[in-house]
């Protein structure tokens, strides 16, 4: 059997880069995407394709030590953040929600028990700062704020559940920033200068944030310079 990192949203600006730097750091990557076809693909929103990726990688005598979800929704087609109460869409947030929270959530069912019992494990899924309850001082955007706070429970929760079974695993949720991609165009103008990262300078901080965590550090979430976000 050999170890592996799993890099699911493997076709987007942080996920491609993730699994870039990762490879460059000598892991042997398992890149997944919905964009992909055939063995590599996944989607969020569809458990059944979740399933057959677990089963995949089982299946190629792997097994993954690390998996990271680097995956979010925050604007498609002509939808976007609410501005305010009466812009909420059942449909929208909904959706928000099936990718946010519940996706990740279906990859933990169907990867964690791929992953190590009694030996180093981690599983991270991409957060937002946006989804802190405590940190929230300008409301709005109440999709994805609702979607990613609800994230970081599940991480929690996961958190508490797998430690039962793997004192030595890992379960974490990750801020990367503001990065210069296909999410964030829309809303880069209010972004400071000197705040914006490109993909790759995000995506090695984020993995530094992951070498450095121990099993007292599971169920948070951590920004990509290591801080502590508060839920």
């Given at each position: 059997?050999?170890?592996?990192?799993?890099?699911?949203?493997?076709?987007?600006?942080?996920?491609?880069?993730?699994?870039?730097?990762?490879?460059?750091?000598?892991?042997?990557?398992?890149?997944?995407?919905?964009?992909?076809?055939?063995?590599?693909?996944?989607?969020?929103?569809?458990?059944?394709?979740?399933?057959?990726?677990?089963?995949?990688?089982?299946?190629?005598?792997?097994?993954?030590?690390?998996?990271?979800?680097?995956?979010?929704?925050?604007?498609?087609?002509?939808?976007?953040?609410?501005?305010?109460?009466?812009?909420?869409?059942?449909?929208?947030?909904?959706?928000?929600?099936?990718?946010?929270?519940?996706?990740?959530?279906?990859?933990?069912?169907?990867?964690?028990?791929?992953?190590?019992?009694?030996?180093?494990?981690?599983?991270?899924?991409?957060?937002?700062?946006?989804?802190?309850?405590?940190?929230?001082?300008?409301?709005?955007?109440?999709?994805?704020?609702?979607?990613?706070?609800?994230?970081?429970?599940?991480?929690?929760?996961?958190?508490?559940?797998?430690?039962?079974?793997?004192?030595?695993?890992?379960?974490?949720?990750?801020?990367?920033?503001?990065?210069?991609?296909?999410?964030?165009?829309?809303f880069q103008g209010n972004v400071a200068e000197g705040r914006l990262f490109d993909a790759a300078y995000s995506a090695k901080c984020?993995?530094?944030?992951?070498?450095?965590?121990?099993?007292?550090?599971?169920?948070?979430?951590?920004?990509?310079?290591?801080?502590?976000?508060?839920?």
């Amino acid at each position: 059997m050999t170890d592996c990192t799993v890099i699911i949203g493997a076709s987007g600006g942080i996920g491609a880069a993730m699994a870039r730097e990762a490879q460059a750091r000598g892991a042997k990557v398992i890149a997944l995407a919905r964009s992909f076809t055939g063995d590599a693909h996944i989607d969020l929103e569809n458990e059944p394709s979740i399933v057959a990726a677990a089963h995949y990688v089982s299946s190629q005598g792997l097994v993954p030590t690390r998996v990271i979800c680097a995956t979010g929704l925050l604007h498609a087609d002509a939808k976007g953040p609410e501005k305010s109460l009466k812009d909420i869409d059942p449909a929208w947030m909904a959706r928000n929600f099936a990718v946010n929270t519940i996706g990740p959530a279906l990859v933990a069912k169907h990867f964690v028990p791929l992953m190590p019992r009694k030996s180093p494990a981690l599983f991270a899924a991409i957060g937002a700062r946006v989804g802190s309850i405590s940190d929230n001082r300008l409301g709005g955007w109440y999709g994805y704020r609702a979607a990613k706070a609800a994230l970081h429970m599940t991480i929690r929760n996961i958190a508490i559940e797998w430690s039962r079974r793997n004192d030595m695993s890992i379960c974490v949720a990750l801020h990367p920033g503001t990065v210069d991609t296909g999410l964030s165009k829309p809303f880069q103008g209010n972004v400071a200068e000197g705040r914006l990262f490109d993909a790759a300078y995000s995506a090695k901080c984020l993995l530094d944030v992951l070498a450095g965590l121990e099993p007292a550090d599971s169920g948070g979430i951590f920004a990509w310079d290591g801080a502590a976000i508060q839920p």
